[in-house]
């Protein structure tokens, strides 16, 4: 079993209209190759899954995302971001954090939903299915399943197997369990049985494609 790919073949499988999650808190855990090789790609009405949405601005601005769902929309694009959605109706839903993250591995799970009390009470809640136990009314969100995650990892084998260095782990271990189809980027690929079992924060078993280090993408599929 060999799941390395170029980065074409890879992204291949990413259709118009998907759900595409990406990892990442701010830089650090952010598959910049992946991305940037999807700009290029043309693909439109994307939904983008991400905790900021100031990375985005080439997709953005290429008309690829009609939906942006994520916990911090302004940052380093926030003057695109915004005119995206006055002037071409891109679509923003906001969620918490916290209530992001566990939205996530509901999905990885197979659980029905999140719990939360966080904006109970709010216009966050408008809208929303409010269930009561105990005697306290909790808001009920949705498990946040997407058709593909692109990921990055500090070393991956050619089987999907991938370790994360500190925090850049963050969202990434999370979107790989939620997609249907998981595309890794790594910063080195190693041979089977390279990544220590105490190190691999994403099994094999979530992860389809790994992509090679910078100097490989540009080469011949795998």
């Known amino acids: 079993m ?3 790919e170029g980065i074409s073949y ?4 990413i259709d118009d209209g998907m759900k595409v999650a990406v990892g990442g808190f701010g830089g650090a855990g952010f598959p910049e190759s992946l991305v940037s090789a999807l700009e290029k790609t043309g693909k439109k009405d994307l939904v983008i899954v991400s905790n900021n949405a100031a ?3 080439g997709l953005i601005t290429s008309g690829a995302v009609s939906k942006i769902i994520c916990s911090f929309p302004f940052g380093g694009a926030s003057s695109t971001l ?3 959605i006055v002037d071409a109706g891109v679509e923003l839903q906001l969620l918490p954090q916290g209530t992001f993250a566990e939205c996530l591995r509901s999905a990885g799970s197979g659980l029905g939903g999140v719990l939360t009390r966080v904006g109970i009470g709010t216009a966050f809640a408008e809208g929303r299915q409010i269930i009561n136990v105990n005697g306290t009314d909790f808001l009920l969100e ?4 997407v058709d593909v995650a692109l990921i990055h990892a500090e070393q991956a084998d050619r089987w999907g197997n991938l370790s994360m260095r500190g925090t850049a782990r963050n969202f990434n271990v999370a979107m790989a369990m939620a997609a249907a189809k998981t595309i890794a980027e790594a910063n080195e690929v190693l041979e089977i049985g390279q990544i220590s079992p105490d190190r691999c ?3 094999g078993i979530f992860v ?6 910078r100097s490989t ?6």
């Open 55 to 57: 990375r985005f601005e």
């Open 10 to 13: 890879a992204l291949h499988s």
């Open 142 to 145: 949705p498990p946040l399943a």
């Open 208 to 213: 389809d494609s790994v992509v090679g280090p």
């Open 2 to 4: 060999d799941k390395r």
């Open 82 to 84: 915004r005119a995206a």
């Open 201 to 203: 924060d994403v099994p």
């Open 217 to 222: 993408l540009e080469s011949e599929d795998l």
